[in-house]
């Protein structure tokens, strides 16, 4: 109301002003004063419009201008001072606003254009752009809102992305011989329902994992039992080959009893001439064999052989010491006195 009264006060100054110039326009000054020459009054008048119109307008820009004025009519002018200092603050903070409100109708639009082409490196730099904004301007509702619309986007890409490359993985896996596929793309289908579980395709899919995985569970399983058996019985069969008690025999080489076999099953075998004292009766034209000519000797899996004779017996053509007992093997030859020749055999 002040600064009114004073408006109101110095508009009077300017008309009565007004009233004097053209009074001293109309006579001729007595002192000889030059007609071009601004009177102190009219400085003044022009003062106070200025002042007024920079009052009346909104306009910063302006209002510098007509303090401007002012300020070279009267430098030392306080008001106008202070004044044009407001109103160029004024006017910064509207040029900011302005370049502000630039900037986010320039982003807004490049949302609009990302929302439009769908290209996901567009969307990608609109959300991180969006983020920056918002973080210098957090109470933005536009921002805000323009930054759900692309989340809301990518999100339904990025979906539809998870549930093509689970198909993808799905019918993959399915197909592959490689069974290792099928647990990694089950969990992927798994996932991609999570987001979209009435996806039909994805369903179906996940029944022919599933299927497939129970198939090859089973075939796994039966091929370990078929494995442990397998195992089981080579090792039986081991077992029973190694442990148990093959029978030995003898058979002649030469001779008329050429090929007969007689069995070695007691605990021991006594060979010679003479037939009441030995289990095989050997005996040979020129009476070389002893009556009790060797014994064989069973001990567990093994044989042994002693000699007890006159004209000695020969293992492989190795003359045994008498009464020293000798482990036989398969295939050993055994002639004895030199005349008949049994061969060592196991069954």
Not at 25 to 38: H, I, L, N, W, Y
Not at 151 to 178: C, W
Not at 263 to 279: C, R, V
Not at 295 to 316: H, L, P, W
């Amino acid at each position: 109301m002040f600064v009114m009264r004073i408006f109101c006060r110095n508009q009077l100054l300017a008309i009565l002003a007004v009233i004097v110039v053209g009074v001293n326009m109309t006579v001729p000054s007595a002192r000889g004063q030059d007609t071009e020459v601004m009177s102190e009054t009219l400085k003044k008048t022009l003062i106070n419009q200025l002042l007024l119109k920079a009052y009346q307008t909104d306009d910063p820009a302006e209002k510098i201008k007509l303090y401007d004025q002012v300020l070279n009519l009267d430098p030392s002018n306080e008001i106008a001072r202070q004044e044009i200092a407001k109103s160029q603050a004024e006017l910064d903070k509207k040029l900011q606003t302005e370049r502000n409100l630039q900037v986010k109708h320039s982003l807004l639009q490049m949302v609009d254009n990302a929302l439009a082409s769908g290209d996901d490196a567009a969307l990608t730099k609109a959300l991180g752009d969006l983020d920056e904004a918002i973080k210098t301007n957090p109470g933005d509702k536009d921002f805000v809102d323009a930054r759900q619309r692309i989340k809301t986007k990518l999100d339904q890409r990025n979906v539809s992305q998870q549930v093509r490359d689970a198909i993808k993985d799905g019918h993959d896996a399915y197909f592959a011989e490689d069974s290792a596929l099928l647990v990694p793309a089950l969990r992927a289908i798994d996932d991609a329902l999570k987001v979209d579980s009435k996806n039909v395709e994805l369903q179906g899919w996940k029944q022919k994992i599933e299927t497939r995985i129970r198939t090859e569970r089973f075939r796994w399983w039966l091929k370990t039992i078929l494995l442990i058996l397998a195992i089981v019985s080579v090792i039986g069969i081991g077992l029973y080959l190694l442990l148990r008690k093959r029978q030995g025999i003898l058979e002649f080489a030469d001779g008329d009893r050429t090929g007969e076999v007689f069995p070695l099953d007691k605990p021991a075998t006594k060979i010679g001439a003479l037939p009441e004292a030995n289990d095989l009766v050997v005996t040979d034209g020129k009476g070389k064999i002893s009556r009790y000519h060797c014994e064989i000797v069973r001990e567990g899996r093994r044989y042994f052989i002693k000699d007890a004779s006159t004209n000695g017996t020969s293992v492989n053509e190795e003359w045994l010491e008498a009464g020293r007992p000798k482990v036989l093997r398969k295939g050993d030859r055994l002639p004895l006195a030199g005349e008949v020749t049994l061969i060592f055999r196991l069954k």
